[in-house]
Every structure is written in structure tokens, then in C-alpha cells.
């Protein structure tokens, strides 16, 4: 009985109580962890992604590799020799050109599954005359996006497959070595690269030590990734993957015209070096996200590059692969994170100092990880400080909690010396956003941008509905993405038009701020009529209506507010700069200038959104004009796209 009330005692201890929320934080942290949950926070491309961010820390400060040169096939390269991909023709003679230059390895990251006439015989005969050149192909995940290696080639063991496994959030950042199933077996394009580069080095693939199913070159063991890796779950890591860590670069670049016509290329520029081919061209969508660059600005050519520079290194005995601590390691350490939070919030009695603290432990946190991150071993950095974050706040909460039932306590004690309004204001907090459940009116100064689809009714009368919705729905849908990524935010949809507005919900307060908006409405109007020509060409194929589609932009003050009742509230923007963008949107149904902008999407702008453009834009004044329902007249100008 004495051990019970002992027990029962303790238990509504605050100390208790507060020990009982750490281990309880630390084990749903670790649970959550273990099946995966916190996967994309530790592996997402954002800016403050603690992998990511290691790899670009890392990456920033390595030596390039010299032993690499890219001969990219660059847009000037495509206009040049007109056509992509390059004939068989001008790529027997980049091949015949690379190995004069005394390429020890000559890798052609472009396929060849068909004949691309003329000069198809003498492709064949060059490639017959050379031995240091590697191929490429495509696995894929079906048949459909399968590639065959070159329709020339008769060996298999110098065609090497380009695919990169892709994390869940579409960023790249592991790299393959051999990929199959239990029938064939096929070699990465980077690691033939990588072996025919290291052959003359004396280095061959050797079983590996202490699994000898496992590929060692040099002293080196390439341990295949696993599935519960640093940050992975229960990952997809078929075939032999490793995590690539992006040094190497800035890599050597040569254009395809550089190496044919000789041009800035001295004569040992490539002497035994590797040289891989590929393109760089913005036409040519061969662009990856990575943790370098996460909008899908890394070349497949790059990739590649990345990977070999690493496999050689590697092999070199330069670097050596990233290792991970064990489960059960990494189980308590995410404890230990935990238990340390919490007996600082215990101690902690000031909000300031919770925040400092805060900061340092998780700086501490970042530190410790990256420098095992350096040092060639992956700890995971998000749980931990998840542990420390939820144990430290969640007992300094509880903490408050009982320290501000005695703070009322003693509010009640003293109330009879001020009044009770005066009392309770005290502990009050008011909160800055919200007046009376709706969001505060404000002024400011935006940019509105409002679109509309010329010539609708004509189209829409010549659809069934459901063709109709479809078809609209997929107009909406592409123009709505790119007001997003373009920082602006979707006020309402008018039948066919958008209204879009760049500049809310936060009030911009300098004119640095208030100009990017209008930079960005403007390009995101460019990238719309990009957009459009792409759909048209899609609409023709599958016999449906095409459209071209009319802009307009304005700069100035406007409110902004909910309107409504309490059932139902809209967040809108109203004002002189709202009706004037609808306006210009309207002006002169039929005025084109086909010579300046592409009339499939026409964009006029109010002069007080093109003094914040510079010479980022091609503008051409149209002229003065009085917009129906306006006094005053404003200078109106035509934009004709990107000036670069």
C-alpha cells in the first residue's frame, strides 16, 4: 500500500510528468521515423533540407575534376547543324575529331537506336575503328520508355544503361552501378565509363571484401545501398545503388562546334581525359532536379559526369563511399536528443531563453551531423531534432501551464487592487492578423494580371460539354500551375478568364519588393503564352479547338479584404488597379503586332508596371489610351517576350 500511494504521489509530480512526456515524445519519434514518415523531410530538396544542404556544403568546397570534359551539344550547336538529334554524319565526325584530340574515353550519352541519315555507313565504320568508346540505352520502367542501344553495335559490353533511380519528391540523388533481374544483368553508362578509364590504371572489378558479392575496385568496396539507409525507409533500392555525392564539378565544357571546328580548344584539352557527349539545350528536355539544382536545371550530360568523377575517385582511394550507423544506435540517439530537451525545459523559465536555446542545440545538432556528414557517415539530423524540439517544447508548455494556474491564482489574490479587465489584459495576447474573425483590410500596392480566351464562344458553341469542361479544364490547369510558380496567388476564376495577383496577402514594403512582383506577373504571362503553344500543338493532334488568349497587367494600389457573411468569406482584392488590368486585358480585341510578340498570347501592360521591368523584358509602346470606364488616360505597351 505505501509503494502504491508512493507511486500515485510521484505520478502527479511535475517532474514525473514531464520525464513521462520525454519518453513518450522519443518513442513516437522513432516510430514515426521507423515507418517512414519523416523520409521527406530529411531527404526534400527545399532550402533548409538537412541532407541537401550537407550535399551542396560538401560539394561547394571539392576540388573539380580535370580528368572529366563535357562536349555538350548546345542550342547554338542544334541551329548550327540543324537538326537534333545530330545526323549520324556530323556525330561520326565528332567522334573521329574526339579521338585525334587523344580522349582516353569517348562517351555518348545520346542515343542511337535508329539511323539518323546521312552518314550512317560511316558512323558504323568509325565506331568499328575505335575502342574506347561506350554507348548508351535506356531500361525504363516499361516498354514504352524503353531505348534501345545503337542500332550499329553488335557488343553489349560497351552499351551501358543511363537511367537514375528518382526520390519520392522527384529529386535525384542516387546513382547506379548494375541494374536487372535474375535473367540479365546490365552495367550502368557511368560505370563503363568509369571502368574503361581505370583499365589503363591498372584497376579491373574485383569480388569485394568481407561480401565478396559485393564490387571492389582498387582497395575500394562498393557496399549497395539499402532500403533503411541514413534516411531512407523501406526505400526502392533495387539493383546496386549508391548515394552520389556530387563533387567534381564545376566540370570542363566544350561546345560540338569547339571540337569540330577547332575552336578554343588547346591541343592537350583533352588528351587523356574522359569526354562525354551530350546535350545542354533547353529544347531538348533532358534536365533533372538534384540537390544542387531542384528546379530540373542539372543535364542528364552532368549527371553522368557527377557519377563517374565520384566512381573514379572512389576507386582512386581520393574519397570513399558514405557508411551508416546502425538502428539501434540511431535509436538512441534520437533519446538522447530527447531526454536533453526536456531537462532544459525544465529549467528554462524565460520564452527568450527557450528560443536561444533552441537555436544552439539544433545548431549544435546540424554541426555534429555535418561533420560525420564530412567525414563519410550519414546521420540523420531531422529526428533528433524533432526529439529535442517536441521534448524540450511540450514540457516547457506544461511547465507554463502549471506555472500560470498559480499566475491566476495569484491574479485572483490581487484583483481587488486593480480591476478585473485590467487583470486579465495582462496574460491577454492579441493577435495581430485577424479583426473579429476576418482578416484585417489593408492597402497596398500589387500587380494584377488578368487573362482571358479570345474567341471562347465560338469555341464553346462547337463542343459537347463534357468536351467543353475537359478541354477548359485543361487550359485552367496548366495557366493556374504556372501562377503559382511564379509567386501568385489565384483570385478567382471569371468563366474563361483568370485573375491572378502578385503582391498579396503580405504587404510588400519596399519598391525592391513591389518591382519583383511585377517582374514575376510579366514572366509568368510570357511562360503562359510558352505554355499555350505547347497545348495548341496537342489540341491539333487529338482534332480538338485551338485558341490564342489575351494578357493584362497593371501595377498600383488596391484593398485588400474578405467580403461576405459569416457562412461564406472570400479573400479579394478591389481598387482603380483591378478595373485597369481587366481593361487592358480588353483593349483592342484585334490589336496584334506580329512582327514584336507572338499574337497566340498577347500582353499589354500599364506603364506603371513596365518602370519596375529594367531590361529584363522586349516592351514596345502601343500608345496612349482612355480605357472604357476611366477619365484619365495611361501609356499602354505590348511586351514581345524575355530580352535574353
Request: charged share 20%; proline share 4%; with cysteine.
Amino acid at each position: 500500500m505505501f509503494i502504491m500511494k508512493t507511486i500515485l504521489k510521484s505520478a502527479r509530480s511535475p517532474v514525473f510528468v514531464c520525464f513521462a512526456i520525454m519518453i513518450l515524445i522519443c518513442a513516437i519519434v522513432i516510430i514515426v521515423r521507423n515507418y517512414g514518415y519523416l523520409q521527406i523531410i530529411e531527404l526534400a530538396g527545399g532550402e533548409f533540407a538537412a541532407y541537401d544542404r550537407f550535399l551542396r556544403l560538401s560539394a561547394h568546397g571539392a576540388k573539380p575534376d580535370d580528368n572529366i570534359v563535357i562536349i555538350a551539344m548546345s542550342e547554338t550547336d542544334i541551329h548550327r547543324y540543324g537538326k537534333w538529334p545530330m545526323t549520324d554524319q556530323t556525330m561520326s565526325e565528332l567522334l573521329q575529331a574526339l579521338s585525334e584530340y587523344g580522349a582516353a574515353v569517348i562517351a555518348v550519352d545520346i542515343y542511337r537506336d535508329i539511323p539518323i541519315t546521312p552518314g550512317s555507313d560511316n558512323l558504323t565504320k568509325v565506331l568499328q575503328a575505335l575502342n574506347n568508346v561506350v554507348m548508351v540505352k535506356k531500361l525504363g520502367c516499361d516498354t514504352e520508355s524503353k531505348v534501345a542501344g545503337p542500332y550499329m553495335i553488335t557488343n553489349p559490353d560497351i552499351i551501358g544503361f543511363n537511367d537514375f533511380p528518382v526520390d519520392p519528391d522527384g529529386v535525384i540523388r542516387r546513382g547506379l552501378l548494375f541494374a536487372g533481374d535474375d535473367n540479365t544483368t546490365s552495367v550502368s553508362f557511368s560505370l563503363l565509363i568509369s571502368l574503361m578509364f581505370l583499365r589503363d590504371k591498372g584497376i579491373e572489378p574485383l569480388p569485394g571484401s568481407p561480401d565478396n558479392a559485393h564490387m571492389r575496385l582498387g582497395s575500394t568496396t562498393f557496399v549497395p545501398l539499402g532500403p533503411s539507409d541514413g534516411g531512407y525507409v523501406g526505400g526502392d533500392t533495387a539493383g546496386y545503388q549508391f548515394l552520389l555525392d556530387f563533387k567534381g564539378g564545376p566540370f570542363t565544357m566544350y561546345s560540338v562546334y569547339d571540337v569540330l571546328e577547332k575552336k578554343k580548344l588547346p591541343p592537350s584539352a583533352l588528351r587523356g581525359k574522359i569526354a562525354i557527349i551530350g546535350v545542354d539545350a533547353v529544347s531538348v528536355k533532358d534536365y533533372f532536379s538534384t540537390p544542387l539544382q531542384s528546379m530540373q536545371n542539372t543535364s542528364g550530360v552532368k549527371l553522368h559526369a557527377f557519377a563517374v568523377s565520384q566512381i573514379i575517385r572512389t576507386a582512386l582511394g581520393q574519397d570513399k563511399p558514405m557508411s551508416f550507423i546502425d538502428g539501434r544506435y540511431e535509436g538512441a540517439w534520437i533519446f538522447l536528443w530527447g531526454i536533453i530537451g526536456g531537462v532544459l525545459g525544465l529549467r528554462i523559465r524565460s520564452f527568450a531563453r527557450f528560443i536561444v536555446l533552441s537555436a544552439g542545440a539544433v545548431a549544435l545538432l546540424i554541426a555534429s551531423g555535418y561533420a560525420a556528414f564530412k567525414s563519410g557517415i550519414w546521420i540523420p539530423v531531422v529526428p533528433p531534432a524533432l526529439s529535442w524540439l517536441f521534448s524540450a517544447s511540450l514540457v516547457t508548455a506544461y511547465k507554463s501551464y502549471t506555472e500560470g494556474a498559480e499566475r491566476a491564482e495569484l491574479m485572483r489574490l490581487f484583483s481587488r487592487h486593480v480591476s478585473k479587465d485590467v487583470a486579465e489584459a495582462i496574460w491577454r495576447q492579441r493577435d495581430n492578423f485577424l479583426d473579429n474573425g476576418r482578416p484585417r483590410p489593408q492597402k497596398l500596392t500589387a500587380t494584377v494580371l488578368f487573362t482571358d480566351i479570345k474567341g471562347f464562344t465560338s469555341v464553346s458553341e462547337g463542343l459537347q460539354p463534357k468536351q467543353l469542361m475537359e478541354w477548359l479544364n485543361e487550359y485552367m490547369e496548366a495557366m493556374a500551375g504556372i501562377v503559382i510558380r511564379h509567386g501568385g496567388v489565384i483570385n478567382k476564376y471569371i468563366g474563361d478568364a483568370v485573375m491572378a495577383v502578385f503582391g498579396v496577402p503580405i504587404k510588400r514594403e519596399t519598391l525592391e519588393d513591389i518591382g519583383r512582383d511585377a517582374i514575376n506577373a510579366v514572366a509568368c504571362a510570357v511562360e503562359m503564352g510558352d505554355m499555350l503553344r505547347h497545348l495548341k500543338a496537342g489540341w491539333v493532334e487529338r482534332n480538338m479547338p485551338i485558341i490564342d488568349m489575351r494578357v493584362g497587367i497593371y501595377t498600383g494600389e488596391l484593398v485588400a479584404g474578405s467580403l461576405g457573411s459569416s457562412e461564406r468569406l472570400e479573400y479579394t482584392v478591389i481598387g482603380d488597379t483591378v478595373n485597369i488590368a481587366s481593361r487592358l486585358e480588353s483593349f483592342d480585341k484585334d490589336y496584334c503586332d506580329k512582327d514584336f510578340a507572338d499574337p497566340a498570347c498577347r500582353i499589354l501592360i500599364g506603364d506603371t508596371t513596365v518602370k519596375y521591368l529594367g531590361e529584363r523584358f522586349k516592351t514596345k509602346e502601343v500608345g496612349e489610351a482612355a480605357l472604357k470606364g476611366k477619365n484619365e488616360k495611361i501609356t499602354v505597351y505590348l511586351v514581345g517576350g524575355f530580352t535574353g
